[in-house]
């Protein structure tokens, strides 16, 4: 009788792995961001990537990250990926939940965690930890109790053959 592999990936790699995959979804030229949230029996409940609104064109709204009119830029329009997954999910409650995603929470999406009862974030890049956005993120989630950590890449490679 031969034994078990031991060589699997772990459910951070794995719902990691989600996320990103998610985030390769995403038209933004600069950004690419991807959620999943999970279940604690480790089921997925829910998946989104940053992008715009349902109806709205994404050829026909600006991806500029800068221009002196900000309704010339994505900033007014883009639904980040946090938001996406919430929306997305049709199955009733988020309570207890854990949101695996590629970049840190800003403040806004931090409310819609918090409301949505998600009690854990693990996070890829903390990229804009000195932002307003993201100090007012993390004060809030502290504050609610949402336990957050940074995913540590393992060095292993996962390749996708399609």
């Not at 997925?44 to 309704?71: A, H, K, Q, T």
């Not at 997305?88 to 949101?99: C, D, F, P, V």
Request: net charge negative; hydrophobic share 35%; with cysteine.
């Amino acid at each position: 009788m031969s034994s078990k592999r031991t060589d699997y990936i772990t459910w951070d790699e794995y719902f990691m792995g989600v996320a990103e995959l998610a985030a390769m979804r995403s038209k933004d030229p600069n950004t690419q961001v991807g959620t999943c949230i999970v279940s604690g029996d480790h089921k997925i409940l829910s998946m989104g990537y940053n992008g715009f609104p349902r109806g709205c064109d994404d050829d026909e709204f600006p991806w500029n990250r800068e221009n002196d009119n900000r309704l010339m830029t994505k900033y007014p329009y883009v639904t980040h990926s946090e938001l996406n997954a919430i929306l997305n999910y049709r199955g009733g409650s988020l309570e207890g939940a854990t949101l695996y995603v590629s970049l840190f929470p800003c403040n806004e999406c931090a409310k819609a965690i918090i409301q949505a009862g998600i009690k854990t974030i693990v996070y890829g890049s903390d990229k804009y930890a000195e932002t307003e956005a993201t100090i007012a993120s993390k004060r809030m989630l502290n504050a609610a109790g949402v336990r957050y950590y940074q995913y540590q890449p393992t060095g292993r490679e996962i390749h996708l053959s399609v």
